[in-house]
């Protein structure tokens, strides 16, 4: 019986990125020096896990690779293992290229075999304690480089493994970085090789540092061989017989080669001892690309990175059987409660009103509990978005060469999972431009008095009807004189203007703004932070920056709790029906026209307890035309916040307060300026629900 | 009975004729002029019914209704095209179609004052719009085909529902 494993493979994924997360977030909290067993054996679990998942659904790519990733931690386990940072840093880059693999196979993509023969050597590299392991840091960069030079003359790497039928042997050839000191020239060992049969060669460059950190005594290459030809092993174990102890190498027949067991590994515990070069003068290395006999040309599809990016998103959900459980006690409650009022209804006469009253109250009271324990299943804790952020830190805090500590408060904040979806991208970018713009440089910190390292502080949690998410740096804090200075320079903002404070944090919010003197690869450009705040602006919610100049910035994002459901007070304005979010009211007052004061004859304020508070009528903002005009003379005063701004708002009337649902306008309009959603109230008819704090801004201008 | 049959295989053979260039067209009026729109946009018809108004947009664009469960916007296509206003009766009609691409459609309604009939079209016979060197409404007009001596004009639904400011939005 054959079972189709392929209706498991979206649980395998999921669970494969799981784990990398798992694995990822260990490997970021790793200590160096003073090793947590339990963290090492998190990490291990992960990759264990994917190993098998990937093996039993015949992705060897894969569990190859995983397993090279497991020997490592496991000897990292079992304390035979120091941790270093470097090698940290070959698992993280490791963790990523796993990523990339299973995303790739996801998509149903070809596995970038590029990219996943250099991480292999890399993990081999670490593994087996080469010296070279310190030098095979990962930044993006290099990365980067490797890829072109690889693409552009050298290497196929697995594709032989696939074609060989033919009798051979496949050799993984690492030497240490002093192997020419020792007077062995690798070219001379290709040679003899050779002679025994026909020799392809491939060299990975990876490793190769930047010119100027170059040194020519030394062999930064590695390289992949074949040879094919009947040849005994103990032939070509004889031709590396001088260079054993100062290199790594695997030897493996060809027809074999795509199976992990190793016929020989040579592993050397320690780094090769540094020898003098007694013997003649190593060669320089860049006479070396030249030996390479043969160069092939890596297929194209294997270097188009960018293609295998289509993100397929996968609409799945991971709900606690917790949540599930109180569903179905609330539906049973649901269906008993239906019977009974079935039983009620049967032999219905006046004297059994009561009971049909109380029925009809517990019906109410078990669908608000319904509604309210499904609403709970989109509900995710919000370490879904902030957990992917210490590795953003960590590497771009590395990268700028700046210390920056990342203190997450709030992780098991619920959110709604649509937000959780919708919100990483722009909180993304605010935490690079925190890392990029507010941090300063250490040696610039202790100038300033401020420790050395720089906290970033991401923080969430409930408010209100919100969840609020804040950023907050101790950098250096925005310069107002020069925010000010540059809209100005750039026509944003008239001259001789009087600004508040929070108008000009707002100016940053401007399309085409950026103070930064230097545009870098992470921030600067000028475009984002609109984007960032019109991304937030679509999820119904607001952005707010408070900063000192030499203290730091703190970013708050309010988000609405959930996007589905609402308790609304509903409000009259002509015949129209408007619905005011009932938690931005603060209190509702019946005035008559008198109590309202012009001012300038333009606007119009109310007092209310020795403050004068903004009116918005209602009426002339929405251009309401209908109904009893002779009331506009007297009506509701609605007092609402907005963003932290008091504001009334002038209506007709009070209606009645409901939990609507919320409907999207946009689904098949578009966005309306003081709405932020339409709703269906019980008559069929659809209401619009008003965004207070887009009122607010729509009356000031 | 068997006349009956025969015109039915005679309409058949009609049908069968022109299948390969013809496309289907569901005609309606306003006033006196006849608009056609690809049938396969049309996702029904309804009658006029009372729309929440949206505050602050052109005013063509009449409001929303609920069109079981989701919110549908309503154009009025007479104040479209500029045309006089009719009185809407029990009699307008809505009719309700579908635009937008592969990845996203949208679902919008428009008055008309009638609904004609569905017209099979050979594509061939398609003219182009004339050029009136204005921006009369033009624009919308994919082509001009005339069925039994009356002139039907053919609109590009994506174009007609285009909302202002709508792409604006979504960059």
């Known amino acids: ?701 | 009975m068997a006349q009956e049959a025969e015109n039915k295989d005679t309409d058949q053979y009609h049908y069968n004729k022109n299948l390969d260039n013809a496309v289907q067209y569901l005609s309606f009026a306003l006033g006196k002029e006849e608009y056609g729109v690809d049938i396969l946009r049309v996702q029904e018809i309804r009658s006029w019914e009372p729309v929440s108004r949206i505050p602050n947009v052109p005013c063509y664009e009449k409001g929303v209704v609920n069109l079981r469960g989701s919110i549908v916007p309503i154009l009025d296509l007479r104040e479209r095209f500029n045309l006089s206003k009719a009185e809407y009766t029990p009699l307008t009609v809505v009719v309700v179609l579908q635009t937008g691409d592969s990845n996203k459609t949208r679902i919008m309604g428009v008055v008309v004052d009638s609904v004609s009939d569905v017209i099979s079209v050979d594509k061939t016979e398609i003219q182009n719009a004339p050029d009136f060197g204005t921006k009369v409404s033009n624009e919308f007009i994919n082509g001009l085909v005339s069925v039994n001596e009356r002139m039907v004009m053919l609109l590009d639904v994506d174009k007609l529902l285009k909302l202002e400011e709508l792409d604006q939005d979504e960059n």
């Open chain 1, 1 to 701: 019986m054959s079972i189709d494993m392929s209706q498991f493979h979206q649980v395998f994924f999921e669970e494969c990125f799981e784990g990398l997360e798992a694995m990822e977030s260990g490997l970021l909290t790793l200590d160096m020096g003073d090793i947590d067993s339990e963290i090492i054996n998190t990490i291990f679990r992960g990759a264990h896990s994917i190993k098998g998942g990937s093996g039993t659904f015949g992705f060897t790519v894969v569990a190859e690779y995983t397993h090279i990733m497991e020997t490592l931690l496991d000897e990292m386990r079992d304390g035979r293992r120091k941790v270093t940072q470097s090698a940290v840093d070959v698992l993280l880059g490791s963790v990523d290229c796993l990523r990339e693999m299973l995303t790739a196979i996801q998509n149903e993509h070809d596995v970038n075999n590029v990219s996943v023969a250099k991480h292999k050597t890399a993990l081999e590299c670490v593994l087996n304690g080469g010296s070279k392991a310190e030098e095979s840091v990962f930044s993006v960069e290099k990365e980067l480089v490797a890829e072109e030079v690889s693409v552009n003359d050298v290497a196929d790497i697995d594709k032989e493994s696939v074609e060989s039928e033919e009798q051979g042997w496949k050799i993984a050839f690492c030497p240490y970085l002093d192997l020419l000191k020792t007077g062995n020239d690798p070219v001379r060992l290709f040679r003899e090789l050779n002679e025994l049969g026909e020799l392809t060669t491939t060299v990975n460059v990876q490793d190769v540092p930047g010119f100027y950190e170059l040194d020519p005594e030394e062999c930064n290459l590695s390289w992949d061989l074949k040879v094919v030809g009947d040849i005994s092993g103990d032939e070509i174990r004889e031709i590396f017989n001088w260079v054993e102890g100062d290199c790594e190498m695997e030897i493996q027949p060809l027809a074999k080669a795509v199976k992990p067991a190793p016929i020989i590994k040579n592993i050397s515990p320690e780094p090769a001892p540094k020898t003098i070069p007694d013997n003649p003068p190593p060669k320089p290395v860049e006479v070396k690309p030249k030996q390479v006999p043969e160069v092939k040309k890596p297929d194209p599809q294997d270097s188009d990175n960018e293609a295998t990016k289509t993100t397929a998103k996968a609409s799945s959900i991971r709900v606690d059987t917790d949540k599930i459980d109180t569903l179905i006690n609330m539906v049973g409650e649901v269906v008993i409660t239906q019977s009974m009022l079935g039983l009620v209804g049967e032999n219905f006469s006046m004297d059994k009103v009561g009971q049909l009253k109380r029925g009809l109250a517990q019906l109410e009271r078990h669908t608000r509990d319904l509604q309210q324990s499904v609403m709970n299943i989109r509900m995710l804790p919000i370490s879904f978005v902030f957990s992917r952020f210490p590795r953003l830190v960590h590497d771009i805090s590395s990268k700028l060469d700046k210390k920056i500590v990342l203190k997450l408060v709030g992780e098991n904040t619920e959110v709604d999972k649509a937000v959780v979806e919708l919100i990483n991208d722009p909180l993304v970018h605010l935490i690079r431009n925190s890392l990029d713009h507010g941090i300063e440089m250490p040696a610039d910190r202790v100038a300033a008095g401020k420790p050395e390292t720089g906290t970033i502080e991401l923080k969430a949690y409930h408010r209100g009807g919100h969840i609020v998410i804040e950023i907050i740096d101790d950098g250096r804090g925005l310069d107002k004189d020069k925010l000010l200075s540059k809209a100005i320079e750039k026509g944003l903002v008239e001259e001789n203007n009087l600004l508040t404070e929070k108008q000009i944090f707002e100016l940053i919010f401007m399309p085409g703004f950026s103070t930064a003197e230097q545009i870098t690869d992470i921030s600067g450009r000028g475009v984002g932070m609109d984007v960032v705040r019109r991304n937030i602006q679509s999820l119904g919610g607001n952005i707010e920056i408070v900063s000192e100049l030499g203290k730091g910035t703190t970013i708050a994002i309010h988000l609405p709790l959930t996007l589905a459901i609402l308790d609304g007070q509903s409000v009259a304005v002509g015949d129209e029906t408007y619905i005011v979010p009932l938690v931005s009211i603060i209190e509702s007052i019946n005035i008559t026209e008198r109590m309202l004061n012009k001012v300038a004859g333009k606007g119009e304020t109310f007092r209310l307890r020795n403050e004068y508070l903004p009116v918005i009528r209602m009426r002339r903002i929405f251009n309401v035309h209908s109904g009893n005009p002779t009331k506009s003379k007297e009506g509701v005063l609605v007092v609402v916040e907005g963003q932290g701004e008091l504001c009334c708002l002038l209506v007709d009337e009070l209606l009645g307060q409901q939990q609507v649902v919320i409907k999207s306008l946009e689904a098949n309009y578009r966005r309306v300026e003081g709405v932020s959603g339409a709703t269906i109230l019980g008559d069929g008819s659809v209401a619009l629900i008003l965004d207070v704090p887009g009122l607010v801004r729509f009356s000031i201008r």
